[in-house]
């Protein structure tokens, strides 16, 4: 790293990121409607008592040991670590309640927001998983919840439809744009819009406007901190390599942070790479994109030459955005994370064997980080590595009958 | 005469009696032959006219601006064929362009402002563009004379209010619900008292827009601003093959 790089990198680690202008170096930012300004500074404002207060984070943690299922296992993967040629553990996301990294953000928000006194929550889902933990977590403090999700994956990611629906979460189908995440994301913003005082938006992932990129990160590190302990508890040593698949990025960013102050700790994102390199056939934003702003945030995004943003195509509902939380962004700027993408192809290719020789189906999502630390793995024999495994597949096993039976 | 001071006089003497009236349509839609006759129409009634430059994800938009704005891209229509078309024509009438950030980001600052001097428009509605973040953009529009037209809410403070007021030009724009732009629901009776509030603050002309549909919208605010903008209702009108000049009479008549 340059030394520049290596002020910025100390700057976020003592804190001063995002700064008083919500942004990671130049990324990030507060690009909302006016009606929701009034709301995010509340927000911004409560956000800093709360994060900082003891009871709050005791309640928090104790929610998330007795209800969420934390601390989640690192495991050993025998069989990948021997035919790969290098130690490989497992950070299980897999294993919380609702089967995704996705209930740490759901719960501590669904907790804040019931601090806050609002009176309903809205949310926004790609592949379900955030939905679903939204729908559980607004049952278990008790707030009435709307989620909404895109036409198409409502088709592709039917089991977590009723899921929601039998928590007593509304799911509103979104017929507008592209008919994913990004219009879902849309709608619940427009949602929010209409009554900011009562309404609190459970944003998905580290994206959006300031401070919803650090209050995301805050709910998810406590991945990262989990697992930098385990690997210590258990090989007295830190791994050598980091691996998180990159859609947003509240995984990554949750897995990345404790981790970014070990210098000696190769860290790696991995997006979409969708069916070719062509824009509008992957989801690979910072492999791809260019600096721009959607949904509230500076950050990397693909868009075309006018300003209009890009369809995206991935296999993976929970990858298929055209943008990417600004922190990432500047991870990527400063050199600290190296981000690549992996294909539709070689996600589920990866999928089949980590369910073959592990016993453990991925999500799609997760399974684009193996694609990535296998590849890593074949010139660093010996090395010991570290893959988020940030969501289980059984939401996935639609699309898998379907390739199945093909 | 051009730009923000333009803006302002022609909201100070509208072409009829009573408040001004601006419409607001999006470019290029129904379609894109269209769009410098309609330009033509609306300025024979019109007092400034707003026009919308199609965006992907527009996210303050109810679902009529989606539609349109969606068409718009369909039929081919950018920032830059909307520059080229307006430099084809002359109008005695202030042009606003509202846009979302991304496509005047990606466009370039410096030359928006020349693409906006060289074709005739005299400002910008920006609306994920919040006093906070909007200062590079409205240096460089308002050193060249032209107006970043700025927005309060009804969920905007009073002191907020004030610091917004100060930093917009041509006119304020105050947003009569909260929630998107052609809202179902009624304007709400204190909206008069919130509109009075702005009217109070602002040193510039203000106008009210979102939710504003027809006659009876237009008396109940009349008295409380100095301009309405009228958007989903005339772009519906549009869309539905009617004049939107009778439309316009109809709203003051």
Redesign the interface.
């Known amino acids: 790293m340059r030394s520049e790089d290596q002020n910025l990198l100390k700057a976020l680690l003592d804190g001063e990121f995002p700064d008083e202008s919500g942004r990671f170096g130049v990324f990030g930012g507060q690009y909302a409607p006016e009606t929701l300004m009034p709301a995010l500074k509340k927000l911004e404002k409560n956000i800093k008592i709360f994060l900082k207060d003891k009871t709050f984070q005791e309640e928090f943690v104790k929610e998330l040991n007795s209800w969420a299922g934390r601390p989640t296992a690192l495991t050993y993967a025998k069989q990948l670590s021997k035919r790969w040629g290098v130690e490989v553990f497992l950070k299980r996301e897999d294993l919380t309640h609702t089967g995704a990294h996705k209930i740490n953000n759901a719960l501590g928000q669904a907790m804040l927001a019931k601090k806050l006194g609002v009176k309903r929550i809205v949310a926004e889902t790609g592949a379900g998983q955030h939905g679903v933990a939204s729908a559980a977590a607004c049952a278990r403090v008790g707030l009435p919840c709307t989620v909404y999700m895109g036409a198409i994956d409502i088709e592709r990611q039917a089991p977590n439809v009723d899921r929601m629906k039998q928590l007593g979460t509304e799911v509103i189908s979104v017929m507008s744009g592209d008919q994913t995440l990004r219009a879902a994301i849309d709608e619940a913003f427009r949602d929010w819009v209409s009554d900011p005082e009562n309404t609190h938006y459970i944003i998905g992932s580290v994206v959006g406007p300031h401070p919803f990129p650090f209050l995301v990160r805050e709910m998810q590190s406590i991945i990262g901190k989990e697992a930098r302990q385990q690997m210590l508890n258990v090989e007295e040593s830190l791994p050598d390599a980091v691996f998180a698949c990159v859609g947003g990025g509240s995984n990554a960013i949750g897995l990345f942070h404790a981790f970014l102050g070990d210098s000696e700790v190769e860290l790696f994102g991995i997006e979409a790479g969708g069916t070719s390199d062509d824009l509008g056939e992957n989801a690979a934003t910072l492999a791809s994109g260019k600096p721009g702003i959607l949904h509230g945030t500076y950050s990397m995004l693909l868009h075309d030459n006018d300003g209009l943003i890009q369809e995206t195509h991935s296999v993976s509902a929970g990858l298929d955005y055209p943008g990417v939380g600004p922190e990432h962004a500047f991870l990527q700027s400063i050199n600290r994370v190296k981000y690549s993408s992996a294909r539709d192809d070689e996600a589920l290719e990866l999928l089949r064997e980590v369910c073959e020789y592990e016993g453990i189906l991925p999500a799609i999502e997760s399974s684009h980080a193996f694609v990535e630390a296998k590849k890593w793995a074949k010139d660093n024999k010996g090395k010991r590595i570290l893959i988020g495994l940030s969501g289980r597949g059984d939401k996935d096993m639609p699309t898998l009958s379907k390739l199945m039976h093909e | 005469m051009f730009g923000g001071q333009y803006i302002e006089d022609r909201i100070k003497a509208p072409k009829a009696p009573g408040p001004a009236i601006i419409p607001f349509i999006t470019a290029g839609h129904p379609n894109a032959e269209d769009f410098k006759q309609t330009l033509y129409d609306l300025a024979k009634k019109a007092d400034v006219i707003e026009i919308g430059v199609p965006?992907?994800?527009?996210?303050?938009d109810?679902?009529t601006i989606?539609r349109s704005s969606?068409m718009a891209?369909e039929n081919g229509v950018?920032?830059?064929w909307i520059f080229s078309q307006l430099k084809e024509i002359k109008l005695d009438t202030p042009i606003v362009l509202m846009s979302?950030?991304?496509?005047?980001?990606?466009?370039g600052l410096k030359e928006l402002v020349e693409a906006s001097i060289e074709s005739g428009v005299d400002g910008y509605i920006v609306?994920?563009?919040?006093i906070?973040?909007s200062k590079e953009l409205n240096d460089q529009l308002t050193d060249a004379g032209l107006a970043l037209i700025?927005?309060?809410?009804p969920?905007?403070?009073s002191d907020?209010i004030e610091m917004?007021t100060k930093q917009s030009s041509g006119f304020i724009y105050a947003?009569t619900v909260?929630?998107?732009t052609g809202?179902e629901n009624a304007l709400s009776a204190d909206v008069t008292d919130y509109l009075e509030q702005v009217h109070e603050i602002s040193k510039i002309p203000v106008c009210a827009g979102f939710g504003i549909r027809d006659k009876s919208d237009v008396e109940m605010i009349a008295e409380h601003v100095d301009g309405i903008i009228v958007g989903s209702a005339i772009v519906e009108t549009i869309e539905q093959g009617n004049s939107p000049t009778e439309f316009l009479d109809r709203l003051k008549n």
């Open positions: 965006f992907s994800d527009p996210m303050a109810g679902v989606q969606h891209i950018t920032l830059t979302y950030l991304n496509p005047l980001y990606v466009f609306p994920d563009l919040p906070e973040e700025q927005l309060v809410t969920a905007t403070p907020r917004i947003v909260k929630g998107v809202g």
